[in-house]
């Protein structure tokens, strides 16, 4: 069973930066397309960056080209999210998710099979 867990979260002032880590254990990473999520209360899930399996491809939200890097590190099995010029509409809580069975990622959360618990990211001053 493949699990994530999502960390590096909290409370930071506009145009600062935090990295995110997901921890993927159970599997061996490089088999998993990974997709980054954000999702605010009451409000859907949507895909902000993902990863593909194959060629390592990325693919970003238009939102936030230019201000999110995604990477992995496939000996470590982490996944990691960089996040810089924050801006106080990327509050959310971001999860991490896997699926094996894509190649190309896609940020649909549907095409997802696993899920981290989240972690919450606050941007104010």
């Known amino acids: 069973q493949v699990q994530l867990v999502e960390s590096g979260g909290g409370l930071v002032r506009p145009g600062g930066s935090l990295r995110l880590s997901c921890a993927v254990s159970?599997?061996?990473?490089?088999?998993?397309?990974i997709g980054w999520f954000r999702q605010l209360p009451g409000k859907d899930r949507v895909g902000v960056s993902c990863?593909?399996?194959?060629?390592?491809?990325?693919y970003y939200a238009d939102s936030v080209k230019g201000r999110f890097t995604i990477s992995r590190d496939n000996v470590k099995n982490l996944v990691y999210l960089q996040i810089d010029s924050l801006k106080p509409e990327d509050t959310a809580v971001y999860y991490c998710?896997?699926?094996?069975?894509?190649?190309?990622?896609?940020?649909?959360?549907?095409?997802?099979?696993?899920w981290g618990q989240g972690t919450w990211v606050t941007v104010s001053s």
């Open positions: 998710a896997a699926d094996e069975r894509l190649r190309t990622c896609t940020l649909k959360p549907l095409e997802y099979r696993y």
């Open positions: 159970g599997s061996t990473l490089d088999r998993y397309a």
């Open positions: 990863l593909s399996s194959g060629d390592d491809s990325t």
